[in-house]
């Protein structure tokens, strides 16, 4: 009972966190302080608290304060990328460059032209604001964007396949991350999924065989996340076209990553460019906008006029459009793909995917003597570090089978394990992700940009100490 009479009134403590933070809104503090005697009293009956030293007034509202500062941080917040993956769909795939980051900053700070026809002063087209760059770029007739890829591919089964069948190899019947499947997106749509062919093998007379009536076209996936290695074969994409328009049917591609530039000379071989599979004559092909093309999240459709006019006619894009914090990124992004060194240079994530081995080995060096200080004292330092050669990947389900030569940090704790120093990097001021192997917790350079070596220096410090 007398545990219970120690414990502080809620004025009281609500009068020292008012102190402490003057920007918390009163009933936000006040929940908190609600909350935080309710597990003291909890604490208590429960025998976990014995002492009335726990329950003095500057104990309970260091303990209330802490839990304030932990939920007045963003929920979500920037994080240091040290695992090597370029594209991490779960650390939000693309970073963008500076020209669509001041873009997306002027659209976010007053009215923009969105749908607004400035020459005539009239209702515009939100959908006008890139399709021309996007043309010139692929060499497509029309395009169309909306919220993602995975919404771009049940508008364009939706707008030219509901009701009927479409014909897919069985080799790419795909689950992408985050549980896109492609026959659920097609039940989605209407369509009526005709799959032809073996898992590892589709012929020509495959397709000519599942064809009739009802079929309204072909769709070739690109199989994103996975390879099917050894015995196998697939109809080339251009002779598939030629077939499809052979019989009157449009050919249909989801391409996943969609590349505009051939990054082959880096080694990412495997994946045709988007003006290529536009120029092998398919009809309509969709991409994502923050994969290997270093945009917004956005799915890009471009092909034909005659099908692309149809998807913005139906009436399922209103619900998949994007808002103009996209179009903004995305314009100023797809700008920068008309000079290809420039795209090269400024969109992070093509500039990540070409850096060389001889820069990343001196980048790691650099990134390991930035760390030297955070090891506490020569005689008796926290941690070991190291280089290896290792692989960086591309990541978003693109090129799978190719990793790309770099240099790794190698952080190995002397007084933690790597499981424990992992988890007190992440739970740092500004997070920092990297990869475990063994003892070690490593750091890959390519995907950390060197204006942040010093702050990650400053997070391994606390973290070591
Ligand atoms: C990534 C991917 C998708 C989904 O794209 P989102 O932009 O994430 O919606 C669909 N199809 C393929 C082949 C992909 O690689």
Known sequence: MSLYRALPSVDACLKALETLFPAVPHAVLAAHVRRGLDDLRSGIREGRITSADELAL?????????AVDEAEKPKLRRVINGAGVVVHTNLGRSVLAREAQEAVRVAAEGYCNLEFDLATGERGHRMDLVEGLLCDITGAEAALVVNNNAAAVLLMLDTLCKGGEVVISRGQLVEVGGSFRIPDVMARSGATLREVGATNRT????????????????LWVHPSNYRIIGFHSSVPARELSDFAHSKGLPMLEDLGSGSLIDLSPWGLHDEPTVPEVVRSGVDVVTFSGDKVLGGPQAGIIVGKKEYI???KRNQLLRALRC?????????????????????????????RL?????????????????LLPAL???GSPLAALSLKEGFSRVGGGSFPEQGMA???VCIRPLACSAVELRERLLAADIPVAGRLEDEYFMLDPRTIEDAVFETIAAMLASALG
Do not use: C, F, Q
């Open 354 to 370: 070409t850096m060389s081995a001889g820069e990343l080995r001196l980048r790691a060096e650099a990134l390991r003597d930035a």
């Open 376 to 378: 506490g004292t020569e």
């Open 309 to 311: 006019s149809r998807m």
């Open 58 to 66: 500057p104990a309970v509202v260091s303990r209330i304060g802490s």
């Open 406 to 408: 770099t240099t790794l």
């Open 203 to 218: 012929h020509l007379a495959d397709y000519e065989e599942a064809l009739n009536e009802s079929t309204r076209a072909l």
């Open 323 to 351: 808002d103009k914090l996209t179009l903004a990124a995305l314009e100023a992004t797809l700008r920068l793909y008309r000079d290809r060194d420039v795209a090269l240079s400024s969109i992070p994530t093509l500039r």
